[in-house]
């Protein structure tokens, strides 16, 4: 089963809100039962982004960890989903 984590300032606005786009798009895509689902804050997480398949942010991230890091603001305004998207598919087909 691949992981997926979803990161944000506080672990709890932006955060919820792109995870659950990010849970529609799973089951639109016959993914949801391949894929478990984190949700933490940018602090908590900068040490351990190696221990999950896909991490997906709404805010900034150190640079040490930003090439591992999928911008998650295009789900937050709409702008770019799909790119978004196509990115945590490429990952969890790794």
Same mark, same amino acid.
């Given at each position: 089963?691949? /992981?997926?984590?979803?990161?944000? %300032? #506080? !672990?709890? =606005?932006? #955060?919820?809100?792109?995870? %659950? /786009?990010? /849970?529609?798009?799973? =089951?639109?895509? %016959?993914? @949801?039962?391949?894929?478990?689902?984190?949700? #933490?804050?940018? =602090?908590? @997480?900068?040490?351990?982004?190696?221990?999950?398949?896909?991490?997906?942010?709404?805010?900034?991230?150190? @640079?040490?960890? /930003?090439?591992?890091?999928?911008? !998650?603001?295009?789900?937050?305004? $709409?702008? %770019?989903?799909?790119?978004?998207? $196509?990115?945590?598919? =490429?990952?969890?087909?790794?």
């Amino acid at each position: 089963m691949k /992981k997926l984590m979803v990161m944000c %300032g #506080s !672990g709890v =606005a932006t #955060s919820t809100v792109v995870m %659950g /786009k990010i /849970k529609n798009w799973l =089951a639109n895509e %016959g993914l @949801e039962s391949e894929v478990k689902l984190y949700q #933490s804050k940018v =602090a908590e @997480e900068v040490n351990h982004v190696d221990d999950y398949d896909v991490v997906v942010s709404t805010t900034l991230v150190p @640079e040490s960890i /930003k090439s591992k890091v999928i911008n !998650g603001v295009p789900l937050l305004t $709409g702008v %770019g989903t799909d790119v978004v998207f $196509g990115k945590i598919k =490429a990952e969890l087909t790794k």
